[in-house]
């Protein structure tokens, strides 16, 4: 694969497919190598220089630029005025200041300090009273158990689900309710429970028994996998599609081993992200394994497209968002909704950015009692395109710019992305674009009904619906 900036631009070369994609709309097109050639000389030249210089067919010649022009790739970048507030709608609990296992790679080991902590019937409920005042006019909210393990505190959450419901009604709204979990504590009786009230999972859940029980043993020390699978499978029986969700480390770099272990349990959607801890970790990856694992993209990207044509169900989140943001011509922003249209609230009340930044002041937003949306405003302003090092990429608006935790992590600020995962990013991009070339019509209609069933609800705010002409 073959991928080349052209004045702010890509085009994506493979097996005789050439593709063009408009950084500023995200628009993918099939072109000829003409075109290629022409948009070269234009943005060198000039239009009327690249007309002398080409050789071929003046009426060719003027088809192309027409061709160029009516798809915008000759516009100059519009100028993104970011809204001066935006409605909090979604609201990520962290029911449950304790958990049962003991990862290795925790992010919530440096966060997550103190005794152990269960969020309050007092603090969940005014919690949720929060977020409908904060969600403006909104008539959708969004609320995600978080942890810790949040089955943990399991009564707080089945209380909070019907308190959530019986608020919506009477402010005629909606809500939907979603949840991560470690699958350790799925019994029947809880997933009977979850399904009546349709609450969305993502099972955090590593792969094969040995690449599970090594990197999310209990804290006893024994592993977790034959649990995790047991239980999984009593929610995975019960439902169209679960998605589990995969850290890598650098023990295990094939993310084919991964993702078949996964899919041997029974998961149908598959989410696979680097552990999020800094270089000096010992499973941290580095750039020579960033490079190795776009290898593994790659074979990935072979078996998803396979599925996707031959009608199965399953899917590889880290493609199928990227493919379907391709599909609407979306433009991105931002990475998320963190501090902009969602926000963490933590067992005591507190709030913050997103729960990766439990804990950290600098990053607070006062709490359930008294908030503070101040950051907010920094955050409103802080989108791709004014961020250094984002501005000028051309996967901007496909990415939105790299997690504020991770750049945190890397660099002590938010704004300033992780040059290796977006490295890894534009590659996973670039592939997404060939694997979206070789679909037909309906299999990208599919394409799109996966990533609506599987993405949790609050992800998807920033794909229209809308399909692109």
Same mark, same amino acid.
């Not at 449950?96 to 969020?119: A, D, I, P, W």
């Not at 991105?332 to 990766?356: E, F, K």
């Not at 997404?432 to 069933?453: G, P, T």
């Given at each position: 694969?073959?991928?080349?900036?052209?004045? #702010?631009?890509?085009?994506?070369?493979?097996?005789?497919?050439?593709?063009?994609?408009?950084?500023?709309?995200?628009?993918?097109?099939?072109?000829?190598?003409?075109?290629?050639?022409?948009?070269?000389?234009?943005?060198?030249?000039?239009?009327?220089?690249?007309?002398?210089?080409?050789?071929?067919?003046?009426?060719?010649?003027?088809?192309?630029?027409?061709?160029?022009?009516?798809?915008?790739?000759?516009?100059?970048?519009?100028?993104?005025?970011?809204?001066?507030?935006?409605?909090?709608?979604?609201?990520?609990?962290?029911?449950?200041?304790?958990?049962?296992?003991?990862?290795?790679?925790?992010?919530?080991?440096?966060?997550?300090?103190?005794? $152990?902590?269960?969020?309050?019937?007092?603090?969940?409920?005014?919690?949720?009273?929060?977020?409908?005042?904060?969600?403006?006019?909104?008539?959708?909210?969004?609320?995600?158990?978080?942890?810790?393990?949040?089955?943990?505190?399991?009564?707080?959450?089945?209380?909070?689900?019907?308190?959530? $419901?019986?608020?919506?009604?009477?402010?005629?709204?909606?809500?939907?309710?979603?949840?991560?979990?470690?699958?350790? !504590?799925?019994?029947?009786?809880?997933?009977?429970?979850?399904?009546?009230?349709?609450?969305?999972?993502?099972?955090?859940?590593?792969?094969? $028994?040995?690449?599970?029980?090594?990197?999310?043993?209990?804290?006893?020390?024994?592993?977790?996998?034959?649990?995790?699978?047991?239980?999984?499978?009593? !929610?995975?029986?019960?439902?169209?599609?679960?998605?589990?969700?995969?850290?890598?480390?650098?023990?295990?770099?094939?993310?084919?081993?991964?993702?078949?272990?996964?899919?041997?349990?029974?998961?149908?959607?598959?989410?696979?992200?680097?552990?999020?801890?800094?270089?000096?970790?010992?499973?941290?990856?580095?750039?020579?394994?960033?490079?190795? !694992?776009?290898?593994?993209?790659?074979?990935?990207?072979?078996?998803? !497209?396979?599925?996707?044509?031959?009608?199965?169900?399953?899917?590889?989140?880290?493609?199928?968002?990227?493919?379907?943001?391709?599909? $609407?011509?979306?433009?991105?922003?931002?990475?998320?909704?963190?501090?902009?249209?969602?926000?963490?609230?933590?067992?005591?009340?507190?709030?913050?950015?997103?729960?990766?930044?439990?804990?950290?002041?600098?990053?607070?937003?006062?709490?359930?009692?008294?908030?503070?949306?101040?950051?907010?405003?920094?955050?409103?302003?802080?989108?791709?395109?004014?961020?250094?090092?984002?501005?000028?990429?051309?996967?901007?608006?496909?990415?939105? #710019?790299?997690?504020?935790?991770?750049?945190?992590?890397?660099?002590?600020?938010?704004?300033?992305?992780?040059?290796?995962?977006?490295?890894?990013?534009?590659?996973?991009?670039?592939?997404?674009?060939?694997?979206?070339?070789?679909?037909?019509?309906?299999?990208?209609?599919?394409?799109?009904?996966?990533?609506?069933?599987?993405?949790?609800?609050?992800?998807?705010?920033?794909?229209?619906?809308?399909?692109?002409?």
């Amino acid at each position: 694969m073959e991928v080349s900036c052209i004045g #702010g631009h890509v085009s994506v070369k493979e097996d005789g497919t050439l593709l063009l994609f408009n950084a500023i709309d995200s628009g993918l097109y099939t072109i000829e190598p003409i075109t290629e050639k022409l948009l070269i000389l234009i943005k060198n030249h000039g239009i009327e220089a690249a007309k002398m210089l080409v050789e071929e067919d003046f009426s060719i010649v003027e088809e192309k630029i027409a061709e160029l022009k009516e798809n915008k790739f000759l516009d100059s970048q519009p100028e993104f005025t970011p809204p001066e507030t935006a409605p909090i709608t979604t609201v990520s609990l962290n029911v449950s200041h304790e958990c049962n296992l003991n990862c290795r790679y925790c992010y919530g080991s440096k966060t997550y300090v103190g005794k $152990k902590q269960f969020m309050s019937r007092e603090i969940g409920e005014l919690s949720i009273d929060r977020l409908f005042e904060w969600s403006d006019d909104s008539k959708m909210v969004y609320v995600t158990f978080f942890g810790g393990e949040p089955l943990l505190n399991v009564g707080l959450v089945k209380h909070l689900i019907q308190y959530g $419901k019986e608020k919506a009604r009477s402010q005629g709204k909606d809500i939907l309710f979603s949840m991560t979990c470690n699958g350790t !504590l799925l019994t029947d009786e809880i997933v009977g429970f979850l399904n009546e009230n349709g609450v969305s999972v993502l099972v955090s859940m590593d792969g094969p $028994k040995n690449v599970q029980d090594q990197n999310r043993p209990f804290k006893n020390g024994t592993g977790s996998y034959d649990t995790v699978a047991s239980n999984v499978q009593k !929610l995975i029986a019960t439902r169209n599609s679960v998605t589990a969700r995969a850290t890598l480390t650098r023990d295990c770099m094939s993310l084919n081993t991964l993702v078949q272990g996964l899919r041997e349990v029974g998961f149908t959607n598959v989410h696979v992200e680097p552990a999020a801890v800094d270089g000096s970790c010992p499973f941290a990856l580095s750039e020579k394994e960033f490079e190795t !694992l776009k290898e593994e993209y790659n074979l990935l990207g072979e078996l998803f !497209l396979d599925s996707v044509l031959n009608d199965s169900s399953f899917g590889f989140s880290n493609i199928l968002r990227t493919t379907s943001a391709l599909y $609407k011509s979306a433009v991105r922003h931002y990475p998320c909704g963190a501090g902009r249209t969602l926000v963490g609230i933590d067992s005591t009340g507190d709030i913050y950015l997103c729960h990766r930044f439990t804990g950290m002041e600098e990053f607070s937003m006062g709490t359930v009692h008294d908030p503070d949306f101040s950051l907010q405003k920094k955050i409103l302003l802080t989108h791709v395109d004014a961020r250094e090092g984002c501005k000028e990429c051309w996967a901007r608006h496909l990415c939105g #710019g790299s997690c504020w935790h991770e750049s945190y992590s890397h660099h002590g600020c938010i704004d300033e992305p992780y040059n290796l995962k977006c490295g890894l990013f534009k590659h996973v991009a670039a592939l997404s674009m060939i694997i979206f070339s070789k679909m037909h019509e309906k299999d990208r209609k599919l394409l799109d009904k996966m990533f609506r069933r599987n993405e949790p609800s609050y992800k998807r705010e920033d794909l229209p619906e809308k399909t692109q002409p």
